[in-house]
């Protein structure tokens, strides 16, 4: 008898078999795919909201200070290079000065030895071509990125936790964070490669539900034949997306990395957790056969050509610093000795960024990250005009309220993780360690200068692991009335804190001009100073 013949031949479904088919499929997929919240204009207008809020925060007074702000010495010249010549230029030795006076003649020939990759310069310069070379126009691009992250952190928590609540509370908090606030006010790359770990983050979340969606109406479908491994899902766009995200944040800094190799870990675990929550018994037949052939196309040769793809500048130019290496060298191959150039670039970059020492006060190891140890103050005056003297400055410092108790909820999750094995927990402490515990090493066994900003690519995850923690103390949705209100309370209590504290410490995030006497109010370590 043929497959056909078979199907042709079986008997009808009876209404009470299709109804309990039905039941066992809705039932199925909630265990896979939670429910989300039901269809309401807050689904999109409470995170734009909390959004519009951040906005302001950002692009409210942008161009103050009218100075060039810590490293934007490096990068405002170099994305203005780029526009103008689509290649970094080395720039005259006075440029800080007409930088600010608004003179765009400050390039003195030659291609410029950079230490890091183009992408997040070229983001730099869409603001300084809409805008002009002004504090502003090299300040935009960055103040819409970490406005974006707010958007985005956001609707990944209420992804993740099923709550429009708890997703408002995220992008609330990231919203209020010091350190996230003064990256989005100064042209440096690290707010950068945050947002794109975020948006690969984000993409491979939705993934997740969409592929464990299928695999519950695969598994209803095969009914009690569930001894294989599962179907093949074939590739899944949404992570071959991620893998373009991870791309651009490696092509923005190479400690986006580290995520590549996490995220990759990430994907397996929670196809390995699908077929298992389906019922399949041959999961890891059924996850190497179906998953993990695409893994390296989605985080392989995907981030390799957006990363090249990011240096078309220097591949079209002959002016890029190191463009006819290959050829000096007796390689003229098409193609292939340009490639051969950039590499031996790439190589001179990987060597002096691992050899990177500096003297400046402002070092710190990343154990002292979380507890805000040593902040980096990226600008400081003192003007004239107040009794005692005036201070004006940009602290690059997380929010006490926020960094603090992210601590405290890091221990949380991990040990919920270990105890229930909730992939929340898992995640967003996998999301820390990619962006966190690489620095150690290069601390301990190459003495490499690192500072505490670098930590801002991993803030959303603390911000996410804030939030789980928040959702535990409110309670689930069947918890008693009372049981819910004195969460609430305790939740509400929490977010005022955070924003009195950031309040408070706003004037040194955004170059107001207070008596020096406020301003040493607000140093309550001699650390901070």
């Known amino acids: 008898m043929t497959a056909m013949q078979a199907f042709e031949e079986a008997p009808p479904v009876s209404p009470a078999g299709a109804e309990r088919d039905s039941e066992r499929s809705s039932w199925l997929r909630d265990r896979l795919v939670p429910p989300m919240p039901p269809a309401s204009v807050w689904g999109w207008a409470g995170p734009l909201l909390v959004t519009l809020f951040g906005g302001f925060l950002r692009f409210y007074r942008l161009g103050v200070p009218k100075a060039v702000v810590f490293d934007e010495t490096y990068y405002a010249p170099d994305a203005y290079s780029i526009l103008r010549h689509g290649v970094e230029l080395n720039h005259v030795k006075n440029v800080n000065a007409l930088l600010v006076a608004g003179n765009t003649h400050i390039f003195s020939g030659g291609g410029e030895y950079v230490a890091h990759p183009p992408l997040g310069k070229v983001a730099i310069a869409v603001g300084e071509w809409m805008f002009g070379l002004t504090p502003f126009g090299w300040r935009f691009a960055v103040a819409v990125v970490g406005t974006a992250s707010i958007l985005m952190t956001a609707r990944i928590t209420r992804r993740m936790t099923r709550s429009t609540l708890l997703g408002c509370i995220a ?53 009690a034949y569930l001894a294989g491994g599962g179907p093949k899902l074939g590739i899944r766009w949404r992570r071959v997306l991620a893998g373009v995200f991870l791309g651009c944040a490696c092509a923005t800094k190479w400690n986006g990395i580290w995520y590549i190799i996490a995220f990759a870990g990430l994907t397996i675990a929670w196809d390995l957790g699908a077929r298992r929550a389906a019922g399949y018994r041959s999961r890891i037949p059924g996850v190497l056969r179906s998953d993990v052939k695409w893994l390296p196309v989605s985080f392989g040769l995907v981030p390799i050509a957006t990363y090249l793809a990011s240096w078309s500048g220097w591949f079209a130019t002959s002016q890029g610093y190191g463009r006819d290496w290959a050829a000096q060298n007796g390689n003229h191959t098409p193609i292939w000795s340009a490639l051969d150039s950039l590499y031996q670039y790439n190589r001179s970059m990987l060597a002096f960024g691992l050899g990177l020492t500096s003297n400046t006060g402002y070092v710190s190891n990343p154990w002292t990250w979380l507890v805000l140890g040593r902040p980096v103050s990226f600008f400081y005056a003192a003007p004239k005009g107040c009794p005692g003297g005036c201070s004006q400055e940009v602290l690059a410092i997380g929010t006490p309220a926020i960094w603090w108790t992210a601590s405290l909820a890091l221990l949380f999750c991990l040990v919920w993780w270990i105890a229930r094995r909730d992939w929340r927990a898992g995640a967003v402490l996998l999301g820390v360690a990619a962006g966190w515990l690489p620095w150690f090493w290069f601390a301990w066994h190459d003495r490499r200068t690192e500072f505490y900003f670098y930590a801002i690519v991993f803030l959303p995850f603390l911000v996410m692991a804030i939030t789980l923690c928040l959702g535990l103390i409110i309670g689930p949705v069947q918890a008693a009335p009372g049981r819910r209100a004195v969460g609430a309370v305790i939740v509400g209590v929490f977010l005022l804190l955070v924003l009195a504290n950031f309040g408070y410490l706003y004037p040194i995030l955004t170059a107001k001009v207070i008596p020096y006497s406020f301003w040493h109010q607000r140093m309550w370590f001699n650390s901070w100073i």
Do not use: N, P, Y
């Open 171 to 223: 992008g609330l908090l990231l919203a209020l964070d010091g350190l996230e606030l003064v990256l989005s006010r100064t042209a440096i790359l690290d707010l950068f490669v945050m947002f794109w770990v975020l948006a690969a983050f984000g993409m491979l979340v939705i993934d997740r539900d969409a592929a464990r969606a299928r695999l519950a109406d695969a598994a209803v479908d095969a009914g």
